[in-house]
C-alpha cells in the first residue's frame, strides 16, 4: 500500500495558475502510474491527469488539455498537476491516485486505483 498526500489546493480567480503536489510513501513510487482525478460536489469523480510509471507517457480529460500538465519526480516521490488559466467549472476536490500494480501504463479509470489521497480543494471565483 502506498500513501499519498496532496497540497496545493486553494482559492484562486478565474485565469489563474495553481500547483499540485502529491508526496508518496510505502512502496517504490517509481515503479507505479500515477493519476489526478476530482470530484465536484453532487458528482461523479471524474478522471484529469494521468502519467506512466516512466513519466513518458501522459494523458489528459478533454475538459483540462492545453490548460494542465501532470508531471512527476521520482527522486522525491512526488507528482505534480500543473493548473494554467483555471475555469469556475474546474472547482472540485483534486486527489491523488495510484495504480493497483507496478510497471503499468496510464490509468484512467478508478477501478484500476489501489490508492488515493486525501483529496485537496482547489476553488476557482468568477
Known amino acids: 500500500q502506498v500513501q499519498l498526500v496532496e497540497s496545493g489546493g486553494g482559492l484562486v480567480q478565474a485565469g489563474g495558475s495553481l500547483r499540485l503536489s502529491c508526496a508518496a510513501s510505502?512502496?517504490?513510487?517509481?515503479?507505479?502510474?500515477m493519476a489526478w482525478f476530482r470530484q465536484a460536489p453532487g458528482q461523479e469523480r471524474e478522471f484529469v491527469a494521468g502519467?506512466?510509471?516512466?513519466?513518458?507517457?501522459?494523458v489528459y480529460a478533454r475538459s483540462v488539455k492545453g490548460r494542465f500538465t501532470i508531471s512527476r519526480d521520482n527522486a522525491k516521490n512526488t507528482v505534480y498537476l500543473y493548473m494554467n488559466s483555471l475555469k469556475p467549472e474546474d472547482t472540485a476536490l483534486y486527489y491523488c491516485?495510484?495504480?493497483?500494480?507496478?510497471?503499468?501504463?496510464?490509468?484512467?479509470?478508478?477501478?484500476?486505483?489501489?490508492?488515493w489521497g486525501q483529496g485537496t480543494q482547489v476553488t476557482v471565483s468568477s
Open positions: 510505502g512502496r517504490t513510487f517509481s515503479n507505479y502510474a
Open positions: 491516485a495510484a495504480d493497483q500494480g507496478p510497471y503499468g501504463g496510464v490509468v484512467i479509470t478508478t477501478g484500476k486505483i489501489g490508492s
Open positions: 502519467i506512466n510509471w516512466s513519466g513518458g507517457s501522459t
